[in-house]
Each structure stands twice: as C-alpha cells, then as structure tokens.
C-alpha cells in the first residue's frame, strides 16, 4: 500500500507558475513510477508527465512539453511537478499516481495502481 498527497495548487494568473508536491508513505516510493493526471470538469483524466522510479527518464504530454517540468526526490519520498508559463486550458485537478511500470504504456492511467485525492489548480485569463 502507498498513501500518496498532493499539494501546492491554488489559483494563478495566466503566465504564472505553480510547484506541486505529491508526498508518499507507505512501501519503498522509491521502486515506483510515478505519474502526473489532471482532470478538468467534464473531461476524462488526461496525462501529464510521467518520471521513472530512478528519475532518469522522464516524458511530458505534448500541451505541456516545454513549460512543465517532473522531478523527483526519493530521500524525501516527493515528486514534484514545476509548472511555468501557466494557461487557462491547464485548470484541472492534478492528481499524482504510482506504478510498478514504465514503458510505452505510462500515459495509461489503468497502469497505475494507487492514487492521490487531487489538488486544483485554476489559472485565470
């Protein structure tokens, strides 16, 4: 089992920047992929980013390549997800999420195994 806890959203002017934390306990965090979802209302949960367990191999959706950035600090069981350069379009609640996986498939949210309840974030035009 693994708790996961988002935090670090609010609401922010277009063009601002937000730094979420997803915080775990519970088994190693460190043997996990860890993933980024959000998910607007009305909308299915759409992929974010996506880090593997050691941090080295990292990928982004195409709407945030370039503005987002995942990083991970397994000493602390954290994974962060720095936002920049913030749109409307991003408002969501962002969840974080944990695999054992990381492959072609870490897009898929039903490759995840235990989730966080969500943090909002809202970006205002």
């Known amino acids: 089992q693994v708790q996961l806890v988002e935090s670090g959203g609010g609401l922010v002017q277009a063009g601002g920047s937000l730094r979420l934390s997803c915080a775990a306990s519970g088994r190693t965090f460190s043997n996990y992929t860890t993933g980024w979802f959000r998910q607007a209302p009305g909308k299915e949960r759409e992929f974010v980013s996506v880090i593997r367990s050691s941090g080295v191999s990292t990928n982004y959706a195409d709407s945030v390549k370039g503005r987002f950035t995942i990083s991970r600090d397994n000493a602390k069981n954290t994974v962060y997800l720095q936002m920049n350069s913030l749109k409307p379009e991003d408002t969501a609640v962002y969840h974080c999420?944990?695999?054992?996986?990381?492959?072609?498939?870490?897009?898929?949210?039903?490759?995840?195994?235990?989730w966080g309840q969500g943090t909002q974030v809202t970006v205002s035009s």
């Open positions: 999420a944990v695999s054992s996986y990381y492959g072609s498939r870490s897009r898929d949210p039903s490759r995840y195994d235990y």
